[in-house]
């Protein structure tokens, strides 16, 4: 299993462009999230759905928009790149139907910077 | 929301002595979860302990531990026998039994020194 996967691993983006980070997982786990990660500021939700069709806005949603594809794959929008969306972006998983107590499991982080 | 506070940004601990990592959380449900992930320099989060708010015993796995204090709202974490691999970050974060979201603190940055 590769767990949760997350494309691309970089990307430099300049002001106004769009882009989509991709996240994919293989658990057949419910519930996906999209955090982004600042220093000092934890990481902070910006968008989550906790099931197929169905997407909930986090902390920190402007500037950004999510498509939930199929139960894998749980996509995340840049439509106006600024260089405040400079940042380390992670997507996640969880199986939160069958045991509440069960972990968040996390895809190895995006770096995105916006010049 | 819950909030969740980790109130040292950096710590630093000697190789095979013990640490405390302390996080605070607010809340006023009564069954929830409380974790610990470690993030080393390759960015991965990994998953270190896990804590059901309505088990008084502490959670352990092996070096890591945990003291649970539901009235203080306190979860600290202790590693003992400190390694060069314990280098991180480590972030407290909170779940209710209800809810979907997990809430993290801002993450305390471990250093051990040889």
């Known amino acids: 299993n590769a767990g949760v996967t997350q494309t691309p691993k970089f990307q430099v983006l300049k002001t106004g462009q769009s882009m989509t980070l991709q996240c994919a997982q293989d658990m057949n786990h419910n519930s996906m999230y999209w955090y982004r990660q600042d220093p000092g500021m934890g990481l902070r939700l910006i968008y989550y759905?906790?099931?197929?069709?169905?997407?909930d806005k986090g902390e920190v949603p402007n500037g950004y928009n999510v498509s939930r594809l199929n139960k894998r794959e749980f996509s995340l929008r840049l439509e106006s790149a600024a260089p405040s969306q400079t940042s380390v972006y992670f997507c996640a998983s969880r199986d939160h139907r069958t045991r509440a107590y069960n972990e968040q499991f996390f895809g190895p982080g995006t770096r995105l910077t916006v010049l | 929301a819950q909030t969740v506070t980790q109130s040292q940004p950096e710590m630093s601990v000697q190789e095979a002595e013990t640490v405390t990592l302390s996080c605070t959380y607010d809340?006023?449900?009564?069954?929830?979860?409380l974790f610990w992930y470690k993030q080393p320099p390759s960015r991965q989060m990994i998953l270190v302990i896990r804590?059901?708010?309505?088990?008084?015993q502490n959670a352990t796995e092996n070096r890591f531990s945990v003291n649970f204090q539901k009235a203080a709202k306190s979860f600290s974490l202790k590693i003992s026998d400190s390694q060069l691999g314990d280098a991180a970050m480590y972030f407290c974060a909170y779940s209710s039994n209800t809810g979907n979201q997990f809430y993290f603190g801002t993450g305390t940055s471990l250093t051990v020194i040889p």
């Open positions: 804590q059901e708010a309505y088990k008084q």
């Open positions: 809340t006023s449900e009564s069954d929830y979860y």
């Open positions: 759905s906790a099931s197929e069709g169905t997407t």
